[in-house]
């Protein structure tokens, strides 16, 4: 049996598994699409853990990755990765329209830099596309993608506990229509 996301972030020793509680959430969603050929772009791609995951993970995925420092680690004919800070306009020139199946915002973890990276790619998001966003940092910042088209749900690991939001555990769901 192929590994889940909590054995893939383990061995590529990924926050978004191990000190985050994010891997339900993207089995839930994400598992039905693991056979399938999709386009998964993930901005803030740091050291590469999670492309190796997102590699793993979907055998016949196209991978972007997209972060304003160099990356150099590694190669696959499946990965492409592009040096561009994803908050500005620019980074919507690097895709075209409806093409992304799944974008991921792990980037800065800044409100206003996550809200204008969404204004930015939203666009290149096919219908019926996930969009997650990230180590949302406040409960205040959630209020502003509640109201959003496609909005689907909060997660994070004090919800589950029957607790607020808090940290920077939080992950904000959206669907687009």
């Known amino acids: 049996m192929p590994d889940d996301f909590q054995t893939l972030g383990t061995k590529y020793n990924t926050s978004k598994f191990t000190a985050h509680s994010y891997a339900p959430v993207f089995e839930q969603f994400l598992g039905p699409l693991r056979d399938q050929p999709i386009h998964l772009l ?4 740091c050291e590469g853990a999670s492309l190796h995951v997102w590699l793993d993970y979907f055998p016949q995925a196209q991978i972007y990755g997209v972060d304003s ?4 680690n590694f190669t696959d ?3 492409k990765t592009f040096c561009y800070p994803a908050q500005e306009p620019g980074v919507a020139h690097f895709f075209i329209n409806n093409s992304m199946d799944v974008i991921i915002d792990d980037a800065s973890h800044i409100p206003e830099q996550q809200w204008a990276t969404y204004q930015h790619l939203w666009s290149k998001l ?4 996930l969009y997650f966003v990230e180590d949302v940092i406040a409960p205040s910042y959630i209020t502003r993608w509640i109201p959003q088209p496609g909005f689907v749900d909060v997660f994070g ?3 589950a506990q029957g607790g607020g939001y808090g940290g920077d555990d939080i992950l904000v769901v959206l669907r687009k229509p």
């Not at 993930?42 to 791609?45: A, L, N, R, S, V």
Request: aromatic residues 6%; charged residues 20%; positive net charge.
């Open 126 to 129: 096919k219908p019926g596309g």
């Open 77 to 79: 004919s499946r990965l």
């Open 42 to 45: 993930e901005i803030g791609i």
């Open 157 to 159: 690991r004090n919800i």
């Open 69 to 72: 420092n160099p990356f150099t």
